[in-house]
């Protein structure tokens, strides 16, 4: 019952701002691996001198794929959304570059 509640809930929300659910979780969730992998490759490519331009643009796509589908089909999507993928996208640059950061030091102490 409650299953079915959420669902509705999802299913309206869908309706008002054109944006259906299960492809923006579908993409979210999609793109965490290829987020993991291009983070890898940064890391690789860092550790081995190498440029790292690509390696960041493909993790750039992939932190922000699904809130790039939100933005092109979304319609009549408040403000506030706009501002919490914002917070959301910087809160996920801010991590991932420590992440790299940090992972750049433990070899260097190794």
């Known amino acids: 019952m409650e299953l079915e509640l ?19 979780a579908g993409i979210y969730v999609g793109a965490i691996p290829f987020f993991t992998l291009s983070v890898a ?16 643009l493909s993790t750039g796509f992939f932190l922000s794929s699904a809130y ?9 999507v408040p ?5 919490l993928i914002i917070g959301l996208l910087g809160y996920g640059i801010y991590t991932t570059f420590n992440k790299i950061k940090n992972t750049k030091k433990e070899k260097a102490t190794a």
């Open 41 to 56: 490759w940064i890391v690789r490519n860092k550790r081995k001198n190498k440029q790292i331009t690509l390696p960041v």
């Open 6 to 24: 959420i669902h509705d809930w999802l299913m309206s929300l869908s309706e008002n701002y054109n944006v259906n659910p299960y492809i923006f």
């Open 79 to 83: 403000t506030w959304v706009y501002l």
């Open 68 to 76: 790039i589908y939100l933005m092109i089909a979304g319609e009549n």
